[in-house]
């Protein structure tokens, strides 16, 4: 199947700081891309989806200068959580679809641990 | 009341045996039903989806839906140790492509 690469797996930030986060599609052009975020025991939150070339759809209640999204290329989306805070410690996961499809056709990341400290 | 419902167990079963999950939703629209398996600090993996009402069966997996009692169900037969993850559903209406997950479920199953 079609694979979706996250980087980085896990990252450790000081409160304050900017972290970025990528996902790419490695073997197919994601038209379309899904950002998640999961806390423990949980399940996945969607945050916003984003479409190649155009500003993000944010979720009800996502900030979306807080999480910036930019998808500027076929096979690239990043998600930066700006001036990060404990409380944004998460799971966070992308998802990849090529834009005529299912989500039955999207694929995940592996996701990102976050940890603000 | 969330829109997908799913019992978060955990669910403990002995190797060998069916693990029965499922799920029950609200909205009506939904019209594609996925079943995801999350291992731990893992991206979700899709295993199955159907389409409307019905069975489809893939292996050990059988996915159920049931759209007039807005229920659905996986079954994994000959449970294996390396089953033991965390077993999300998903349901999409056709008109959008913004997946609603429940709540996953986690099974544990002991060699």
């Known amino acids: 199947g079609a694979v979706v690469s996250q980087h980085p797996s896990r990252v450790i930030c000081k409160s304050g700081t900017s972290v970025k986060i990528e996902c790419r599609s490695l073997?197919?052009?994601?038209?379309?891309m899904f950002w998640y975020r999961q806390f423990p025991k949980q399940s996945l939150m969607l945050m916003a989806t984003?479409?190649?070339?155009?500003?993000?759809?944010?979720e009800q209640g996502v900030e979306k200068d807080k999480f910036l999204i930019n998808h500027a290329s076929l096979t690239l989306s990043t998600l930066t959580v700006t001036s990060a805070h404990p409380e944004d410690s998460s799971f966070y996961i992308c998802s990849a679809g090529d834009g005529n499809f299912l989500n039955t056709e999207a694929f995940f990341g592996q996701g990102t641990r976050l940890t603000v400290v | 009341q969330k829109e997908v419902e799913q019992d978060p167990g955990p669910l403990s079963v002995p190797e060998g045996a069916i693990v029965s999950l499922n799920c029950t939703y609200s909205n009506s629209a939904f019209q594609y039903f996925m079943w995801y398996r999350q291992y731990s600090r893992k991206g979700p993996e899709l295993l199955m989806y159907?389409?409307?009402?019905g069975n489809k069966e893939d292996g050990r997996f059988t996915a159920q839906v049931d759209k007039s009692s807005k229920y659905i169900s996986l079954f994994i037969r000959d449970s294996q140790p390396s089953d033991s993850a965390t077993y999300l559903c998903?349901?999409?209406?056709?008109?959008?492509?913004?997946?609603?997950f429940g709540g996953g479920t986690r099974v544990l199953v002991k060699p």
């Open positions: 159907t389409y409307s009402s």
């Open positions: 073997d197919f052009q994601a038209t379309t």
């Open positions: 998903a349901m999409q209406t056709a008109a959008g492509n913004k997946l609603t």
């Open positions: 984003s479409n190649e070339g155009s500003k993000a759809t944010y």
